[in-house]
Structures are given as structure tokens and as C-alpha cells.
Nanobody, 124 residues
Framework: QVQLVESGGGLVQAGGSLRLSCAASRRTFSNYAMGWFRQAPGKERELVAVISWSGLSRYYVDSVKGRFTISRDNAKNTVYLQMNSLKPEDTAVYYC?????????????????WGQGTQVTVSS
């Protein structure tokens, strides 16, 4: 069982930056691939970025490439999402998720553990 707690969301103007953090409870955090997902009102939950257990492999959805960076610190059981050049269309609840195994997946349902979410609002 892995418990995940997100933090770092908030209100920011377009063009601004936020850094999301996700702290995991489990000591074997390094055995899990991790991901950030988001869900806007009236829309399905979508992948934002995912990272392998080692941190060496990463994947980003096209809409955030060049603006967002996912990283992890296995010693601190924490995964991060640095978000720069934010746009109003980035407004959503952002969720951290974990998947057992070394490799990441781009399929939402492959992630079995989820945090409670943190709201990110980007004003124009």
C-alpha cells in the first residue's frame, strides 16, 4: 500500500510557475513508477507526465512539453512537477499516482495508487 500526498497547488497568473510535490509513505518508493495527471471540470482525467523508478525515463503529453518537468528524489520519497509558462488551459486538479514496477505507463488505469489532488488555477 502506498499513500500519496500532493502539495504546491494554488492560483497563479498566466506565464507564472508552480512546483507540485508528492510525498509517498512507502519506504520502497523507488520500486514504483510515478505520474502526474490532471482533471479539468467536465473533462476526463488525463496524463501530464510520468517517470520511471530510476528517473531516467520520462514522458510528457504534447501540451506540456518544454514547459513542465517531472523529477523524483527517491531518498526523500518524493516526486515533483515543475510547471513553467503556465496557461489558463492548465487549470485543473492535479493528481499524483504510483504504479508498481520499474517502467512507467501512459495509461491512466495502470496506476493503482492516487493522491487526493491539488488545485491549480491559472488566471488570464
Amino acid at each position: 500500500q502506498v499513500q500519496l500526498v500532493e502539495s504546491g497547488g494554488g492560483l497563479v497568473q498566466a506565464g507564472g510557475s508552480l512546483r507540485l510535490s508528492c510525498a509517498a509513505s512507502r519506504r520502497t518508493f523507488s520500486n514504483y513508477a510515478m505520474g502526474w495527471f490532471r482533471q479539468a471540470p467536465g473533462k476526463e482525467r488525463e496524463l501530464v507526465a510520468v517517470i520511471s523508478w530510476s528517473g531516467l525515463s520520462r514522458y510528457y503529453v504534447d501540451s506540456v512539453k518544454g514547459r513542465f518537468t517531472i523529477s523524483r528524489d527517491n531518498a526523500k520519497n518524493t516526486v515533483y512537477l515543475q510547471m513553467n509558462s503556465l496557461k489558463p488551459e492548465d487549470t485543473a486538479v492535479y493528481y499524483c499516482a504510483a504504479r508498481g514496477g520499474s517502467s512507467y505507463s501512459t495509461v491512466v488505469n495502470d496506476y493503482g495508487y492516487w493522491g487526493q489532488g491539488t488545485q491549480v488555477t491559472v488566471s488570464s
